[in-house]
């Protein structure tokens, strides 16, 4: 059975081991997603409510975390990174961190969520092109990629570009 809760700072050791076990054989990864989860831990950007860990028993088997970015005057939430342990890959632990960060984003009045991610996988929770919202990025990105939930279920365009926290070492 799954468990989802808060992340506390005693996971923060563990969280660390899941991320970069879970990105050591990603197709697209670059091998520091492990690092920037602790950037953005001490970031302004950082919601302790929507950093998430997997539990399976007593140990934690996949993280998730939304930080706050801004797409034109408004601040959204950017999805990044869901980490799994490969050897509870395919067996729920993502899409149930997900939904729940879904569940908590929405009931903190958060609109948004944007990711980029997997063509196939997100599209399964409601992701799509992030231009649908009028978000654009100012990075390079396969529209494809480039995705975004509508979590308050509004018609609400945002018509702006993706601005990630310094965190993420992403610039236009």
């Known amino acids: 059975m799954i468990t989802i809760r808060q992340e506390e700072k005693k996971d923060y050791k563990e969280v660390f081991e899941v991320v970069e076990k879970s990105f050591a054989t990603a197709l697209h990864a670059d091998g520091t997603e492990q690092f920037l989860v602790e950037k953005l831990r001490k970031s302004e950007a950082f919601i302790p409510e929507l950093s998430l860990v997997a539990m399976i028993g007593d140990k934690i088997v996949g993280h998730i975390l939304f930080t706050k970015v801004k797409v034109g005057e408004t601040t959204q939430l950017g999805l990044a ?32 969520s944007i990711l ?33 939930y509508n979590l308050s279920g509004t018609s609400k365009m945002l018509n702006g570009t993706l601005i990630y926290p310094k965190e993420f070492g992403i610039t236009s």
Do not use: C, W
Request: glycine share 10%; hydrophobic share 35%.
């Open 81 to 112: 990174p869901l980490a799994v342990l490969p050897e509870y890959q395919n067996q729920g632990v993502g899409s149930a961190l997900i939904k729940e960060g879904h569940r908590i984003a929405k009931a903190m009045g958060y609109d948004y």
């Open 116 to 148: 980029i991610g997997h063509e196939t996988y997100y599209p399964r929770f409601g992701y799509v092109p992030a231009k649908t919202f009028g978000i654009t990025a100012s990075f390079e990105v396969n529209d494809e990629n480039f995705m975004a």
